[in-house]
């Protein structure tokens, strides 16, 4: 596994080493060891799995209390994945980082505690799985908007998104719960 910094230094992208022939391909896509010595916890205790159309944008997703690290993959398709820093004594506070991840190129993203994370959907469906470090907890999950001009995400959309009706109503950076 290749493990590099990105803008954020604290987020990771992890380009696995794949092995391939005329069968198909092989590659891990966890080991313990080699994620935990490049800063990624050696605990996660939940898995989640969506499946989303084009166009459909989560995010941006965190929670107040029981902050999560996320481990994220698309194993179908194609999503724009995105990390805005939003650790109010952070040098990178409210600086975002954007990513494309795809069954295609295998790549994952490590999001650590402290992050809102979202992601579009560029494909026409696209399966997205992702390891937490801590559990769902609904009383405390928190939705930062997902166009808010104060961070200035960059997503590549060619019309309006898709939107659950919490991440139309995510409160603007200003205005939302942030992390000390």
């Avoid at 026409?124 to 997902?146: I, M, N, Q, V």
């Avoid at 659950?164 to 942030?178: E, N, T």
């Amino acid at each position: 596994m290749k493990v590099t910094p990105t803008a954020l230094a604290d987020v990771l992208l992890i380009e696995p080493r794949v092995f391939g022939d005329a069968r198909g391909f092989f590659f891990e896509s966890y080991n313990r060891r080699v994620l935990a010595g490049a800063g990624v916890p050696d605990e996660f205790v939940q898995d989640n799995h969506s499946r989303s159309n084009r166009g459909v944008l989560r995010g941006l997703h965190y929670q107040v209390q029981h902050a999560q690290g996320k481990l994220v993959r698309v194993t179908y398709g194609e999503v724009y994945d995105v990390a805005v820093d939003i650790r109010r004594s952070s040098p990178t506070f409210a600086r975002w980082v954007g990513v494309h991840l795809s069954a295609e190129n295998k790549r994952m993203l490590w999001i650590p505690p402290g992050f809102a994370h979202g992601f579009l959907v560029l494909s026409a469906a696209a399966e997205f799985l992702y390891k937490t470090t801590d559990y769902w907890y609904p009383e405390f999950e928190r939705t930062l908007l997902w166009n808010d001009a104060a961070i200035g995400i960059d997503w590549p959309l060619s019309g309006a998104p898709t939107l659950a009706a919490k991440d139309s109503a995510g409160a603007p950076l200003a205005a939302a719960d942030v992390y000390p």
